[in-house]
């Protein structure tokens, strides 16, 4: 790495951005970055596609930096750090991540994933079963509190308390109270904004979420949803986000043809952030509840409990939305309750 000089850094800041996307590029040449670009660099960009500038930014220039900041740290490399700032005109801008309008998420919610589907693993195709899968409370749980997916998937039993009113997603690092911990037993978190206290949605608590997280800690299991594995990276970071996020592929590419573009599995936080914003909730509050960086200002309180008020706040919100995916949801819960739906559990 000592050979490396300004004049190579500057080259290869030029070379990502002429990386293409997979997409039409043959599979013996996707194998790996280089393959890709000389693929484009030999074929020409006529039937390829560039990479948006959100990819560049986020995965590629993020990925050297750290592995240069770790040659620095080991030294293995002595030179001053570069700085990546090349984009390419024809590289392609990011799409707005937009909320979900009412009528997208009715239809996902009439799926049969949440009204009677096949089988334990068919959970797309309608039939006499009533699975509350992993994937099922995902997307619920993404919904009705604008948690991000790797957030819930990782999500411990002992998470969700109660201050003897309100039940709340404990989503805190550690409990400062109980003392120091190493760093390394600190909950994987996006962000240090992403330790909160989250209100939990009284439908959730309806459709049985207590009654899961009762019944797995009976059994001594750790986690609400056992059965969402994590993800690994070659570099050996965890991603917790990777099943929902399958699942919503699988889901919007096959199932629900026809959804607007700008749509993704971000979309839940943006429309559980419209359900406050339309109903004159207080901005801090706002970012406390959906973890923001932003609110740096006590955000739990004095002695770190459940502000009442802002609980208070967010069992009432009833809106249209909400009271016709309540209405689907129950009557669901309400035929497996009556035996009409055969209850099939994805845990032992």
Known sequence: MEQIGPAQWAALDEALS?????????RNHAHSLFARYKYAQDHGWDDLVRLTEKTLKS???YGLYKFIDWAIAERFYSGVRPKFECIDPENLASLPRDAFE?????????????????????VWKPGAYFVQSAIYWGYLVCLFTGMRPGEVGQ??????????????FDLRPFEARNGRVALQD???????????????NPLLIELGLLDRMQELSDQGE???????????????????????????????????????????????????????????IAQRTRDR?????????????????????????????EPAIMKSAREILLSAKQKADRGELTILKTYR
């Not at 009412?102 to 068919?122: A, Q």
């Not at 999500?155 to 709340?168: H, K, N, P, V």
């Open 18 to 26: 002429d990386i293409p996307h997979p997409t039409n590029v043959p």
């Open 59 to 61: 995965r590629y220039w």
């Open 102 to 122: 009412d009528e997208e998420i009715l239809r996902i919610l009439r799926l049969p994933l949440f009204t009677g589907c096949l089988n334990r693993t068919n």
């Open 155 to 168: 999500l411990e039993c002992a998470q969700i308390r109660t201050d003897g009113t309100f039940f709340y």
């Open 186 to 200: 600190l909950r994987n978190l996006k962000t240090n904004a992403a330790g909160r206290v989250i209100p939990i």
């Open 222 to 280: 750790k986690r609400v949803f056992p059965e969402w594995e994590q993800y690994v990276r070659r570099d050996g970071t965890v991603r917790w986000s990777q099943p929902l996020s399958k699942s919503w592929q699988y889901l919007k590419n096959k199932v629900l043809t026809g959804l607007r573009a700008d749509v993704s599995l971000y979309s839940t936080r943006h429309f559980f952030a419209d359900i406050l914003d339309s109903h004159s």
């Open 289 to 317: 509840i959906l973890g923001h960086v932003g609110d740096v200002r006590g955000r739990y309180g004095r002695k770190g409990i459940l502000d009442p008020t802002v609980a208070a706040q967010i069992e009432s919100l």
